[in-house]
């Protein structure tokens, strides 16, 4: 059984995050802001469906998909591409791989306890930490 992300989760610690935006070459008032951020994710769960709501003062951003399952991605207003992402498991983690323009696109998210961890693969750094809220 997959493990069970539903839920909101408030960020706490987002480290190495105006690197990893630079080395992707995201535009430096973009990178400014979004380092200001401490987005919410809002996931809700059913079965292979997810949505993934992350929520902040600036900018919101809907992630739907189906696990296992390739979908167009459009990141319009985050780093504006669009790439072709396919979610999947591996165990208890969520891995994302994004292809398009840029090489080594994605993420891997699990549950650790009560926190939810999230790493971009871009030189592994560690990005961000949320926390579960009660």
Known sequence: MPADFNGYWKMVSNDNFEEYLKALDVNVAVRKIANLL???KEILQNGDHVIIKTLSTFRN??????VGKEFEED??????R???TTVSWDGDKLLCVQNGEKEGRGWTQWIEGDEMHLVRP??????P??????
């Open 75 to 80: 990141l319009a207003g985050v780093d504006d």
């Open 122 to 127: 871009c030189k592994r750094f560690r990005m």
């Open 82 to 84: 669009k790439c072709m």
């Open 129 to 134: 930490l949320l926390k579960w809220l009660d």
């Open 38 to 40: 401490k987005p919410d």
């Open 61 to 66: 951003y809907i992630m739907e998909f189906d």
